[in-house]
T-cell receptor, first 112, second 116 residues
């Protein structure tokens, strides 16, 4: 069956360290993959998109990688800050597909 | 520029009733997508409208429907409400087609629907 898996347990890290979040997928051939941030009581906020033919994308302190062999995307936040604490969601659209499928999300807590 | 607005923010309905939710996209955005978010199933895609036409649809029963008006505002309707329809309903707008192209989507704050 098809599934998208993100770390089910919260990730707790110290301020200033790099946070690395994982998104693994099974039985999908993604056309692209997106990462979102969601704060409690609010809608998700789009962060980055990476397409099937791209290996890495960067935006300020954010970096996303895409490994179609491992069927995995990694999302990195460098020099993390307490304000980065939130739930991070990955989502993908399959090649030829017509809907965006989301993972369950990973809670990130950055402690000062 | 004003963000995506959704009304109402909170709603309580009884099983069997129907409900209509409204979404006003960011000015100039032509695509509106709807999502359902629950603790058990997470965020699930309902459908996407672009230029008043439904372009993409998720795996939800026909009780879930929507429409888009010429000013890009969109409504979502759920008929014959069930307890399992209790969720946060989010809409998102984008300049162009979001699902197929991957255009950046801007989400609204959501409508919290409780079915009793």
């Amino acid at each position: 069956s098809q599934k998208i898996e993100q770390n089910s347990e919260a990730l707790n890290i110290q301020e200033g360290k790099t946070a690395t979040l994982t998104c693994n997928y099974t039985n999908y051939s993604p056309a692209y993959l997106q990462w979102y941030r969601q704060d409690p009581g609010r809608g998700p906020v789009f962060l980055l998109l990476i397409r099937e033919n791209e290996k890495e994308k960067r935006k300020e302190r954010l970096k996303v990688t895409f490994d179609t062999t491992l069927k995995q995307s990694l999302f990195h936040i460098t020099a993390s800050q307490p304000a980065d604490s939130a739930t991070y969601l990955c989502a993908l659209r399959e090649l030829g597909g017509n809907k965006l499928v989301f993972g369950a999300g990973t809670i990130l807590r950055v402690k000062s | 520029k004003a963000g995506v607005t959704q009304t109402p923010r909170y709603l309580i309905k009884t099983r069997g009733q129907q409900v209509t939710l409204s979404c006003s996209p960011i000015s100039g955005h032509r695509s509106v997508s709807w999502y359902q978010q629950t603790p058990g199933q997470g965020l699930q895609f309902l459908f996407e409208y672009f230029s008043e036409t439904q372009r993409n649809k998720g795996n939800f029963p026909g009780r879930f429907s929507g429409r888009q008006f010429s000013n890009s505002r969109s409504e979502m309707n759920v008929s014959t409400l069930e307890l399992g329809d209790s969720a946060l309903y989010l809409c998102a707008s984008s300049l162009g087609l979001a699902t197929v192209v991957g255009n950046e989507q801007y989400f609204g704050p959501g409508t919290r629907l409780t079915v009793t």
